[in-house]
């Protein structure tokens, strides 16, 4: 069954202020369209269930990367391909910029967004697993003014969010902090480009001495929302990076992941993957221990 454009409505208001007003006084009742990767698949398959769509595309004041001596803002309706070709961004958050390129084909990097891609909310999504290992906090809008959290809170099931339905997703914010943590980011695919991640995982950790005393460690389709495994990270956070260590940060890997079965992998292959990539990353911040 493929959608019908007629049972559809579209308007492109063109400024910010205008569409927070629209979605104001009609709560629930617009669904904003940034990039459309996502929604005009939905549409095409004939499972777009929105009918009134107000379009973000253009608005110049939700497509911004700002760049301070403490943090880099970047606006929602930035598209992945202006991460991938952003300074700043490659020096400074190389997970980002790596994850960036890996939204599908060069053709959809020019059009998926940000904002769009943390909205929709998929286990899977390429660049929550970086933006949770950075610290990323969330910055969304509406009329009655802003509001700051951390991303780690921002989703709050499958494809569910903080937002109440007259906001809209404004920015995200990182820290300029990471330069001397260890990061690494893996992500395990059907195919090595345009696949879906079955598993991914971010980490960024600094080392004190031989002891892990900053560490952090961010999924993509280990629960049904990208996630930060807490209780993984506590297993190691002022430890030496021991095989002690590793099995211990293995198992708790193991115990506190939640992925599923679904047509792309097993929940067991991907526990067990996920739990591989970790040593991984674990036996890079050894062998630089073994450095210092």
Do not use: C
């Amino acid at each position: 069954m493929r959608g019908d454009a007629e049972a559809h409505e579209l308007i492109a208001p063109g400024n910010l202020s205008a569409v927070l007003k629209l979605m104001a006084d009609a709560p629930g009742e617009w669904t904003p369209i940034a990039g459309g990767t996502e929604l005009m698949v939905a549409h095409a398959a004939g499972r777009l269930n929105a009918r009134r769509l107000v379009s973000l595309w253009g608005i110049s004041d939700l497509r911004f990367i700002n760049a301070t001596t403490e943090s880099i803002a970047i606006g929602a309706g930035v598209t992945f391909r202006d991460l991938r070709e952003h300074g700043v961004v490659a020096s400074d958050l190389p997970l980002l910029a790596r994850a960036a390129s890996w939204i599908g084909s060069i053709a959809n990097q020019s059009r998926a967004t940000v904002g769009g891609n943390l909205v929709n909310g998929s286990p899977a999504a390429d660049s929550s697993p970086a933006l949770l290992a950075y610290d990323a906090e969330i910055e969304v809008v509406s009329v009655h003014g802003r509001r700051r959290i951390a991303y780690s809170e921002f989703h709050t099931g499958y494809k569910r969010n903080i937002m109440t339905t007259d906001e809209l997703l404004y920015a995200i914010h990182l820290p300029r902090r990471f330069a001397r943590h260890q990061q690494y980011l893996r992500k395990v695919g059907t195919r090595r480009a345009m696949a879906i991640a079955k598993v991914a995982l971010a980490g960024t950790a600094l080392l004190e001495g031989k002891k892990i005393s900053e560490i952090r460690l961010a999924a993509a389709s280990l629960a049904p929302f990208p996630t930060r495994l807490y209780r993984t990270e506590a297993v190691m956070l002022g430890e030496a990076v021991t095989a002690e260590t590793i099995h211990a940060a293995r198992k708790a890997l193991l115990a506190e992941s939640q992925p599923i079965d679904d047509i792309r992998s097993t929940a067991e292959y991907r526990r067990g993957v996920a739990a591989n990539l970790l040593e991984e990353f674990l036996q890079s911040l050894r062998q630089e221990g073994r450095t210092q």
